[in-house]
């Protein structure tokens, strides 16, 4: 007997030093330990948890419980969820390169794989310094004229005294600046037939994914190849004309790899589908929070006009009708709710990427093909960054803010390239809508719809009017 515990015992020290030895030749992050956190039921992950409720209260709960990094099983995915600005940067910016993005299949096939944010590497920034180039701020600059048009039209079509969806409108305005930004003019059948077919690829993105003939998916999939045969059509018109220019689709016209090769025709639609997909719902997502907040706090409405009533004096002295991109960079309070409201919508709520090799975060493993999901909401709604987080007010943005406290347009290698475009067309909105009209909000005006963007409930219907100017 006592031999046989002598031998249990030299075994089990036997098998810890194996252990040991074998801990301390390990990589760091082989002896790192997934995050904390469910991963539901087997399957179905907690997939049910997270679209039967209120996403936000989802990732709020969840931060609570677990703190600033956690995991959990989405979509048939293993993910880890970070909460915190370091692990953001971290993944967004200095370790990039360990993390692709990654979208639904289902998404790619509408709006085409070669599209800039589906790709990282050399693809993606000769793509990204093109299209960088197109939305410089000289390019935009040239474009207030034509966008400070398309708003005053926009919103004098609003005021018959019927009830209008604000979002549904908004998105017309912020497709109207898309075709500007990538095509400059077009003429109106090319217009039309874009505006038709891609308000059809719209309605795809966030059905179910099926080739069943008469659903909204299939339905999205024929009207995207129709809207490849028009693009294609622009293209080659562009290219006899020889006009290369300095839009979207000039800067798209002037790629060259390290061969020297140009980018196909399809290439090239895909890329500008691509920025009509990520400049449509966004900026109007953005501006039906902007006219909620405003319809909300009267005060604050009358400080905007305020301020917006002496650009237009100043523009009147000056004998200039229209708004100039020198009145848009003086509108300080009305910038700061621009901001605040980009943070209390958080449109973007969070983004995914997928580490493409076993990645070790403050002794946490990232495993490869995991998901990665930056919470950005969580971010701008975290109260040691945001005192009294679910407060509407601009003169939090009067201070300084910690690093990477305030990401609406995201960070690193990936960082929208049309953060400047969107507040331009915000700000311009703002300064008409303000100036001229009354609105009220119709009906009940609590709650969030996700269309996928956090959206005011019903696209916030709402009655507009001419001020009076007497
Ligand atoms: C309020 C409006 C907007 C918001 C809140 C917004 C937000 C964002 C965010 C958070 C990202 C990064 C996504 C990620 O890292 O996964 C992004 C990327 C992008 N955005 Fe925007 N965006 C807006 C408007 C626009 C506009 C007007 C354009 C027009 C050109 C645009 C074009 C893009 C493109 C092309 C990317 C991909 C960049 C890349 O992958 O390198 N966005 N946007």
Redesign the pocket.
């Known amino acids: 007997m006592d031999g046989m515990l002598a031998y249990f015992i030299a075994f089990l020290l036997g098998l810890l030093s194996y252990s040991f030895v074998r801990r301390g030749t390990r990589k760091p992050w082989q002896r790192a330990r997934l995050p904390p956190g469910s991963m539901g039921w087997p399957y179905l992950g907690e997939t049910l948890q997270l679209y039967s409720q209120d996403p936000n209260i989802f990732f709020a709960n969840k931060q609570e419980r677990y703190g600033e990094i956690f995991k959990s099983h989405i979509l048939g995915c293993p993910c880890v969820m970070l909460a915190s600005p370091e692990a953001a940067k971290f993944v967004?910016a200095t370790q990039a390169h360990m993390f692709k993005?990654t979208y639904p299949k289902s998404k790619e096939n509408l709006i085409g794989p070669s599209a800039?944010?589906f790709h990282q590497g050399d693809y993606?920034l000769r793509l990204?310094k093109l299209?960088q180039g197109s939305?410089s701020p000289d390019a935009i600059r040239a474009l207030v004229p034509s966008i400070d048009s398309l708003a005053v039209s926009l919103l004098n079509s609003w005021a018959s005294g019927r009830v209008i969806n604000a979002f549904q409108e908004m998105k017309k305005f912020?497709f109207e600046v898309?075709i500007l930004?990538i095509f400059g003019h077009l003429d109106a059948r090319h217009r039309e037939e874009l505006r038709k077919n891609y308000c059809q690829v719209d309605k795809g993105y966030n059905s179910f994914p099926t080739n069943i003939p008469g659903t909204p998916y299939k339905k999205a999939l024929l009207a995207r190849k129709r809207l490849s045969t028009t693009l294609c059509e622009i293209i080659s018109e562009r290219k006899e004309r020889r006009l290369v220019g300095k839009d979207v689709l000039g800067c798209l016209l002037n790629y060259r790899d390290d061969k020297g090769e140009v980018l196909s025709d399809d290439r090239i639609s895909d890329n500008i589908i691509?920025?009509l997909f990520?400049?449509q719902d966004?900026?109007a997502s953005?501006m039906t929070w902007i006219l909620k907040y405003l319809h909300d706090d009267p005060k604050l409405l009358e400080a905007v006009k305020a301020e917006q009533k002496m650009i237009s004096e100043t523009k009147n002295k000056g004998g200039n009708r229209s708004l100039t991109w020198m009145h848009t960079r003086n509108m300080p309070l009305t910038y700061k709710v621009v901001q605040e409201s980009?943070r209390m919508a958080s449109?973007?709520s969070f983004?995914?990427r997928e580490a493409v090799a076993d990645v070790e975060y403050k002794g946490y493993l990232i495993p490869k093909g995991w998901k990665v999901m930056p919470l950005?909401r969580n971010i701008h709604h975290n109260p040691e960054f945001f005192p009294d987080p679910q407060r509407f007010d601009p003169s939090r943005f009067e201070v300084t803010l910690k690093p990477n406290t305030f990401?609406?347009?995201?960070s690193g290698?990936?960082?929208?390239?049309?953060?400047e475009?969107?507040k331009l067309?915000?700000l311009i909105i703002i300064h008409h809508l303000v100036t001229k009209f009354r609105w009220h909000v119709v009906g009940s005006h609590d709650g969030i719809q996700y269309c996928p963007f956090p959206v005011p409930m019903h696209g916030l219907p709402a009655r507009f009017s001419k001020e009076s100017t007497s």
């Open positions: 967004l993005p800039l944010f993606h990204r299209i939305l912020s898309g930004l691509g920025v990520a400049a966004t900026i953005a980009l449109i973007i983004t995914f950005f990401m609406p347009f995201g290698v990936h960082a929208c390239p049309g953060n475009l969107a067309e915000i």
